[in-house]
C-alpha cells in the first residue's frame, strides 16, 4: 500500500499552513510599520517643541530594527497571491 497521496496532502496543507503565517505576519509588519512612523513623528514634535526627544528617536529605531527583522523572516516564507473566494 503506497502512501504518496497522503504525503502530498500534507505537503499541501503545511504549504496552506505557511502561507497563513505569511498573512498574518505581513499584518503585523504593516502595524510595526505604522509605529514606526508615530513613533518618529512624535519625535520630530518633541524635538521641534524642545523636549527631550532621545528616548522616542531611540524607539523608532529599535522598533525599525524589528521590522527589517520580520521582514526577512517573511522572505522565508511562501508567497500569498490574491485568492477569490467562491460566492
Known amino acids: 500500500m503506497r502512501y504518496d497521496d497522503d504525503e502530498d496532502e500534507l ?3 503545511d504549504q ?3 502561507v497563513r503565517i505569511a498573512e498574518h505576519l505581513e499584518a503585523v ?3 510595526l510599520a505604522f509605529a514606526v512612523l508615530a513613533v518618529a513623528g512624535i519625535g ?3 524635538a521641534a517643541s524642545g523636549q527631550p526627544s532621545w528616548t522616542w528617536f531611540v524607539g523608532a529605531v529599535l522598533l525599525a530594527g524589528v521590522v527589517v527583522a520580520l521582514w526577512r ?3 522565508r516564507l511562501p508567497r ?3 485568492r477569490r473566494r467562491p460566492s
Open 11 to 13: 505537503d499541501a496543507e
Open 16 to 18: 496552506l499552513r505557511r
Open 29 to 31: 509588519i504593516g502595524f
Open 44 to 46: 520630530v514634535y518633541t
Open 73 to 75: 523572516l517573511r522572505r
Open 80 to 82: 500569498v497571491e490574491a
